[in-house]
């Protein structure tokens, strides 16, 4: 497209940040919102021809709209002994973005609303506990077109680590999932892992792992996606249940107490 101009988008953000280190339960915030713009912003527009291939080339559209905010909150709670560690944070963005198929010209309007939250417990260096959870929602609207896909992924994950002596630590980890989209079947999954790790040499800084990685054998690793008028679920191939001894060695000094 000889015609084609420069694209340009008009951008505009407004974050606020807040830390109060004053006393040993620290706390730490942030939140901020955009707005994003163009009037000539580079699209495809795509021809479907009778065979169904589809030729694409590239032009300038109006009316390209972009609207997000975030937040994040952390927040620590010291003990004589332990603290807890609590995290809350989440984004959301709306894109309202033209396109052109077979020279019609249609508007797609996604929402994408992310939360994550997760605490924590800790015990005298030696024991640690960690639950997170994160939800994801997606959805793609195309009014003209009178169709709209929704999309819903869920994990849940413990995570615990203990320090058996001064050299060994044990370490295991499981996830359950759920991928839910429009016109397809949920995929429920979970992974579960463990670590068994060593320190040796003189200053700690050799480290001997064993992994065992997939222990149920269930990992999908499945993603939804949004993308111009398009939805997709995608599997993508992955290892699966396997075992694996590591050597690392870490060039420095560890400060003794």
């Known amino acids: 497209n000889l015609n084609l101009l420069q694209e340009k988008i008009?951008?505009?953000?407004?974050?606020?940040?807040?830390?109060?280190?004053?006393?040993?339960?620290?706390?730490?915030?942030?939140?901020?919102?955009?707005?994003s713009f163009s009037d000539n912003k580079i699209v495809d527009s795509i021809l479907i021809m009778p065979?169904?291939?589809?030729?694409?080339?590239?032009?300038?559209?109006?009316?390209?709209?972009?609207?997000?905010?975030?937040?994040e909150i952390r927040k620590s709670v010291k003990f004589s002994s332990s603290d807890l560690k609590i995290f809350i944070g989440g984004n959301f963005d709306k894109i309202s973005s033209p396109t052109f198929i077979n020279q019609k010209y249609l508007k797609n309007n996604s929402d994408n609303i992310t939360l994550t939250s997760t605490i924590g417990y800790g015990f005298a260096d030696l024991l640690n506990i960690e639950f997170r959870e994160r939800?994801?929602?997606?959805?793609?609207?195309?009014?003209?077109?009178?169709?709209?896909?929704?999309?819903?992924?869920?994990?849940?994950?413990?995570?615990?680590?203990?320090?058996?002596?001064?050299?060994?630590?044990?370490?295991?980890?499981?996830?359950?999932?759920?991928?839910?989209s429009t016109w397809a079947s949920p995929v429920n999954f979970t992974i579960w892992n463990a670590y068994l790790t060593y320190r040796l040499l003189k200053n700690g800084n050799g480290e001997v792992k064993l992994s065992a990685i997939d222990l149920l054998g269930q990992n999908r690793n499945v993603v939804n996606k949004f993308y111009n008028a398009n939805f997709a679920?995608?599997?993508?191939?992955?290892?699966?249940?396997?075992?694996m001894l590591s050597f690392s060695y870490y060039p420095r000094n560890f400060k003794k107490d």
């Open 10 to 35: 008009f951008t505009a953000n407004t974050p606020f940040e807040y830390v109060d280190l004053k006393t040993k339960n620290a706390f730490f915030s942030k939140f901020g919102a955009g707005v």
């Open 51 to 71: 065979d169904n291939r589809q030729e694409a080339y590239a032009i300038n559209v109006s009316s390209y709209l972009k609207v997000d905010a975030y937040f």
């Open 135 to 180: 939800m994801l929602f997606s959805r793609l609207k195309q009014d003209m077109l009178s169709y709209q896909y929704n999309g819903t992924t869920l994990s849940h994950t413990l995570n615990v680590n203990y320090l058996l002596n001064r050299n060994f630590s044990l370490n295991s980890n499981v996830t359950y999932n759920t991928n839910k």
């Open 233 to 243: 679920t995608i599997y993508k191939n992955n290892l699966q249940r396997y075992v």
